[in-house]
């Protein structure tokens, strides 16, 4: 019997699945940008704080010392292909879309000659009548490529993260992040117009003659061009002459508005709170959960950088399997500096058991 409802038919023991929540982004409700496109610029092109989280996350994952249970599989992994390091490109795609799609390139011979991480908003998934993938489809404009599903030597590996309501792709954490975003994108540009508007609060020209007569169009038009003339911030300090029958009346900020870099601050924290990474790590004031930098450190491996490790190698090893027999991928631990103080406290530990042997104190740590 084969898988995936081939030749020999679809196993009936398998549970029907059904088509998926999401295809290509997260929905969301509200103003926030709906489409993975959209998404992706707004947070990763244009914001400072999510664009931080997301190539810490990658970059700290990318540079992870690995152990592999053969040299091929490692030099697969650290290999470039077409210009861009596997390990981050898979993280940023995971961590963004919530999918990544990692093509196995064949050689003549039929082994595996490079490793590729396909754009995953370009990838679709093909089901058989139970809802099972067969196939997976790469379009670029009117150009398809179909890459076959085997489970045994198959043509593209599929690392996602959990959707808890779609069966064929994942949640990427833009959806989370959206929101925030939109908020620390407008608070920017908010501050923004307030320095290109001198850097304090607007105000009015009010116009009192003693008879009471309104203001001509032109004359209206001229005060319009004049005022222009005083906005920006070249012209802060600027001294303003005004004819007879005006006077300036400054206008004051209100206190949400005068609290626009609180609520900046916030939003920044909300994108690295998305992301997984201590706002410590990324220079947000007024963080106080981690006692020290280290510490901020030694939480980034521990709750990110380790899980989307083993969600990212234990995929490639599987999806490698069919030409290096009991394939493995894991990230060496006793070389991470990070968590060096967590090895010589565990060293210590198991050193002072006298009740253990020297061959039950190498398996606790992890050694041949």
């Known amino acids: 019997m084969k898988w995936f409802g081939r030749k020999a038919g679809r196993d009936e023991s398998r549970p029907a699945l059904s088509g998926g929540f999401a295809r290509s982004g997260v929905p969301i409700l509200g103003e926030w940008p709906r489409?993975?496109?959209?998404?992706?610029?707004?947070?990763?092109?244009d914001n400072a704080v999510a664009q931080r989280a997301v190539k810490l996350v990658a970059e700290t994952l990318g540079a992870a010392p690995l152990s592999a249970s053969d040299p091929g599989i490692a030099a697969l992994v650290a290999a470039r292909s077409g210009g861009q390091a596997l390990l981050p490109t898979?993280?940023?795609?995971?961590?963004?879309?919530?999918?990544?799609?990692?093509q196995l390139l064949r050689d003549a011979e039929g082994g595996v000659a490079a490793l590729y991480a396909l754009r995953p908003e370009r990838v679709a998934v093909e089901t058989d009548a139970g809802g099972w993938p067969v196939a997976y489809r790469y379009r670029v404009g009117a150009v398809a490529t179909r890459l076959d599903a085997d489970p045994v030597r198959p043509a593209l590996v599929h690392i996602r993260a959990f959707h808890p309501l779609d069966d064929h792709y994942g949640l990427g954490c833009l959806g989370a992040a959206a929101g925030a975003v939109a908020i620390h994108n407008a608070a920017t540009r908010w501050g923004k117009g307030l320095l290109d508007n001198a850097a304090r609060p607007s105000g009015a020209l009010v116009y009192e003659p003693r008879d009471g007569s309104p203001l001509s169009g032109d004359q209206f038009a001229r005060l319009r061009a004049e005022l222009d003339a005083f906005i920006g911030a070249p012209n802060a300090g600027r001294p303003m002459l005004l004819e007879g029958g005006l006077k300036w009346q400054a206008l004051s900020l209100s206190p949400a508005e005068l609290d626009f870099s609180g609520t900046k601050a916030a939003a920044a924290r909300e994108i690295a709170l998305a992301f997984g990474v201590p706002p410590m790590?990324?220079?947000?004031?007024?963080?106080?959960?981690?006692?020290?930098?280290?510490?901020?450190?030694?939480?980034?491996?521990?709750?990110?950088?380790?899980?989307?490790?083993?969600?990212?190698?234990?995929?490639?090893?599987?999806?490698?399997?069919?030409?290096?027999?009991?394939?493995?991928?894991?990230?060496?631990?006793?070389?991470?500096?990070?968590?060096?103080?967590?090895?010589?406290?565990?060293?210590?530990?198991?050193?002072?058991?006298?009740?253990?042997t020297g061959e039950e104190k190498r398996a606790l740590l992890g050694l041949s």
Do not use: C, K
Not at 35 to 45: G, V
Not at 302 to 316: C, F, H, K, N, Q
């Open 281 to 356: 790590l990324l220079g947000l004031p007024g963080d106080s959960t981690h006692a020290n930098y280290r510490e901020a450190n030694r939480a980034l491996w521990r709750s990110t950088v380790l899980p989307l490790a083993e969600t990212i190698l234990s995929a490639l090893a599987q999806g490698l399997s069919g030409w290096f027999p009991e394939a493995r991928l894991a990230v060496d631990l006793n070389a991470v500096p990070a968590l060096a103080e967590e090895r010589e406290r565990l060293w210590a530990s198991v050193s002072a058991a006298d009740f253990l």
């Open 90 to 102: 898979v993280a940023v795609q995971v961590l963004l879309h919530g999918n990544a799609y990692v």
């Open 35 to 45: 489409q993975y496109e959209a998404q992706a610029r707004d947070a990763y092109l």
